[in-house]
């Protein structure tokens, strides 16, 4: 178990290096931070001179490996566009991401898998068909467009929910939090039913062809045959089967929720490090780019491990065979 | 369904609440935040407007953008052209208590001269800058400069003992990762005090019980709440369902929606910013064209020929839903030199543009790439696929390239494109400005933003005479002469200045100012 976890976090390191120096490598295309730094005012000697300062001029791999090398002491430069230490900024953010995400995780897995688990058991029911048919709009329209006619409905229309914006925040251990206030909360509902919408339908989706196969298997009408109670087939045996594809998807999923919060984020005005990192790619924040893709790099590595582990506990013939 | 109706119920009286709760605190929305509190550290819109309500210049641009005093009373040119004087205001507090003397002024204009001060090019004329009593300071220039006060409505006065005792003698070294206090926090002598600051969520700032100018503005707005919303569609709900009460650009598309919904309303002027596009005149021969040996855009007749092609009259009804007003001079109307004779657009004349183009030769046309961006300017993007359409009548086949901001500009900046579109904007109210930058042969002081490669000796000299010229009457003869000639060498293809919209709740009274920076000391409510 033990070297497992060597193993891996050895291949996270070389991962993290990749995805600094594919990042790096694009940097150049993404356009000139000169321009926003210095205004319009700037003549052709001030630019060349702040190009020198900063070491824009230097080749890619040197600026890469200086990134790196100050980054394994935790300095990851100052921003660009705000001026503060990056890694300040980003820690300052990522509590807004995380509780946004760890929420519509939440609404994501409980509802896909209470659906799920309905779908498959009444297969052609007038309700569960109604539920599938409708789940296909959680897939394919475009999440910017779930944000706006969120808002519309329930902020311009009705009312009801604020439109922009994480509301009041509480303190908790130093950080601020959004989620343990009523302001908060109510600020979270629309921008956390966006993010989480199309891993809602994809979860239930999942759930619901996973245990449509294990009712079919010899165990399930096995089960039936001894006389057990409906309920104790499906939620006892059945369910259970279905929970170890359901975790690897759930995991990656929501490692995806939390990095690639950028659209609903910029929809909602949520002030997380997809916000940050959009704002970044249009000012050409170079420092604040390249630690947030780390940062993306380190939270996809944590998760597959997490998700590795998990499957010991839940299928207990994997550590079986790892003895 | 119980539950439901008890969660409306709460949420209407919390929206109301709201509605109620302090007639005077306004909640202003635009799409950027200000990127900092440094005052001396980045020379960009959002950025200044937030810090007007918190620092004050010595003298600022008020709501129709006329300048008026603020830290300054009065001031003028001494007997020798080369000094003026300033008077400063007296007893001026800042918002910690510190005295406001002319120490203070003495420091922050050094300051902002530094090298790593985002101001310093709006200060290069100035040779020292001397204290000559508590309350009057002496800034002698390079050589005499009209303009000086025009150049100064920026620049921010800060308290030079609470600087010091930061650390922030300098404007903020992004490069040397040099972090400080003055980019978190605030001490100025302006309207309202800051309260507390998130990057990109929200900014509140509380009224200045002790300022100045209790009587002189009607400062009564108590309390500020600044959140930048970006996205532009949540930017106007949250106007229509009454979460904000003012935002700035408003898009164009909504702009009948908000017109039309009770309760609010649209303020619109004219902005101080010119839409055109630029040609690379000078070179031999283009990269991007489809002429060998030859560049098309060298031949004046062929810029004549663009010239009349764009139908500046169907680009504003169609693209800009009627939100522009075309132009035939890359100057917005505030500036000093402008006139209606240069402001007057050619006639769109598809016919003569085409012999125009048959007697230079390129009668069956030619290809050329167009450099747009699309996330800078009001519609750039569809501005530009109307030209191409527009010259493609004239049988210029138009390739249109555009990009973010971040990479066209570099373009233009490193000489890399031969048809571009960029907008300008005049904070110094002058032609000397557009010169300068957009018509200036290209050095290491001047011509930074002239992509056109145009370069004329005798309207270079013109132009730095400018800077040091006294006699207004010559000085403006000079501008004249140079318009003149740019005018007719058809050097760029102007389209239009933008019009500014802001939306607020009807009950607000408040003009759009031209430089989209919005002074809330002098916002008042209808009563």
């Known amino acids: 178990m033990l070297a497992f976890i060597i193993r891996r976090l050895g291949q996270a390191l070389l991962v993290l290096m990749a995805v600094g120096f594919v990042s790096f490598s694009m940097f150049k295309f993404m356009g000139d931070p000169l321009e926003n730094m210095l205004g319009q005012e700037a003549t052709v000697a001030d630019r060349a001179e702040l190009e020198e300062r900063l070491g824009l001029n230097d080749p890619i791999i040197v600026q890469y490996f200086d990134f790196f090398e100050r980054a394994l002491r935790g300095d990851f430069g100052v921003s660009y566009r705000v001026g503060l230490p990056v890694g300040e900024v980003i820690l300052d953010r990522l509590p807004a991401t995380l509780e946004l995400a760890f929420l519509s995780g939440v609404f994501a897995i409980s509802l896909g898998f209470v659906l799920g688990v309905y779908t498959a058991i009444k297969r052609d029911g007038f309700l569960a068909n109604f539920i599938m048919t409708t789940s296909l709009i959680g897939v394919s329209l475009p999440t910017f467009l779930i944000g706006v006619f969120l808002i519309w409905a329930f902020s311009v229309n009705l009312g009801w929910l604020p439109s922009f914006g994480r509301g009041e925040t509480r303190s908790v251990f130093g950080v601020d939090l959004a989620i343990f206030t009523w302001d908060g909360l109510r600020s979270m509902i629309l921008p956390a039913v966006t993010l989480g919408l199309y891993q809602m339908t994809l979860i239930m989706r999942l759930v619901r062809s996973e245990m449509l196969e294990v009712l079919r298997t010899d165990y399930i009408r096995f089960a039936r045959a001894r006389g057990l109670s409906q309920r104790t087939v499906n939620f006892g045996h059945a369910m259970k089967n279905t929970l170890v594809p359901v975790i690897t998807v759930t995991g990656l999923q929501f490692g995806s929720i939390v990095a690639f919060a950028i659209i609903t984020e910029s929809v909602f005005q949520w002030p997380g490090v997809g916000l940050l990192f959009i704002n970044a790619v249009s000012f050409v924040d170079i420092p604040v780019m390249s630690a947030y893709l780390l940062l993306v790099g380190v939270i996809f590595v944590t998760i597959n491990l997490i998700v590795d582990l998990l499957y010991f506990t839940i299928d207990p013939r994997l550590s079986v065979s790892s003895n | ?527």
């Open chain 2, 1 to 527: 369904m119980k539950t439901m109706l008890k969660l409306t119920a709460a949420s209407v009286a919390l929206c109301a609440g709201i509605g109620m709760a302090n007639a005077e605190t306004l909640r202003w929305a635009r799409a950027g935040d200000s990127l900092t509190l440094d005052p001396h550290a980045q020379n960009e819109g959002p950025t200044h407007a937030l810090a007007h309500q918190m620092y004050e210049p010595l003298l600022q641009r008020d709501m129709s953008a006329q300048i008026i005093p603020a830290l300054a009373t009065s001031w003028a040119p001494t007997d020798d052209p080369k000094v003026w004087e300033f008077k400063l205001r007296e007893g001026v507090k800042f918002h910690g208590g510190e005295d406001f003397t002319a120490d203070d002024v003495v420091f922050s204009l050094k300051r902002a001269m530094m090298p790593t001060s985002a101001m310093k090019e709006l200060l290069n004329s100035i040779a020292d800058v001397r204290k000559v009593d508590d309350n009057t300071v002496h800034i002698e220039t390079k050589g005499p400069n009209p303009l000086l006060p025009n150049n100064l409505t920026n620049l921010f006065i800060m308290d030079s003992d609470w600087t010091v005792s930061n650390g922030c003698e300098a404007p903020q070294d992004i490069a040397n990762g040099g972090d400080n206090p003055c980019v978190r926090s605030v001490n100025g002598t302006g309207a309202y005090v800051l309260e507390s600051r998130k990057q990109d969520s929200q900014t509140i700032l509380k009224q200045n019980e002790n300022y100045w100018g209790k009587g002189e503005f009607p400062l009564e707005v108590t309390e500020i709440i600044y959140t930048p919303i970006q996205e532009s569609a949540t930017r106007v709900s949250a106007l229509l369902s009454g979460e904000v009460d003012l935002i700035q650009d408003v898009p164009v598309q909504d702009l009948a929606r908000v017109a039309e919904t009770d309760g609010l309303a649209l303020s619109t002027a004219p902005q101080n910013r010119t839409i055109f596009f630029g040609m690379n005149v000078g070179d031999a021969d283009l990269g991007s064209d489809t002429v060998d040996g030859k560049n098309p855009l060298a031949d004046q007749r062929v810029r004549e020929a663009m010239n009349i092609a764009i139908n500046r009259d169907a680009i504003k009804k169609v693209v800009m839903r009627d939100q522009s007003a075309p132009t035939g001079v890359i100057m917005p109307p505030f500036v000093n030199g402008w006139t209606e004779e240069l402001d007057a657009y050619p006639a769109y004349d598809v016919a003569k543009a085409k012999s125009l183009m048959e007697e230079a030769g390129y009668g069956d046309g030619f290809g050329l790439t167009l450099n747009c961006p699309n996330d800078r300017y009001i519609n750039d993007e569809a501005i530009c696929q109307a030209a191409v359409g527009m010259l493609g009548q004239i049988g210029i086949k138009v390739n249109l390239d555009a990009k973010p901001k971040a990479q066209h500009f570099p373009l233009i900046k490193n000489k890399e494109t031969d048809f571009y579109m960029l907008g300008w904007g005049v904070p110094t109210f002058d032609s000397e400005y557009i010169f300068n930058y957009l018509t200036h042969t290209t050095t290491d002081k001047l011509g930074s933003w002239n992509g056109t490669r145009f370069s004329n000796a005798d309207i270079d000299s013109k132009i730095e005479s400018l800077a040091s010229e006294t006699d207004i009457e010559v000085r403006n003869q000079t501008i004249s002469d140079i318009w003149n000639t740019v005018q007719a060498e058809t050097i760029y293809l102007p389209i239009h200045n933008q019009v500014l919209n802001w939306g607020m709740k009807d009950a607000i009274n408040f003009p759009v100012q031209p430089e989209d920076q919005p002074h809330f000391k002098f916002m008042s409510f209808k009563k």
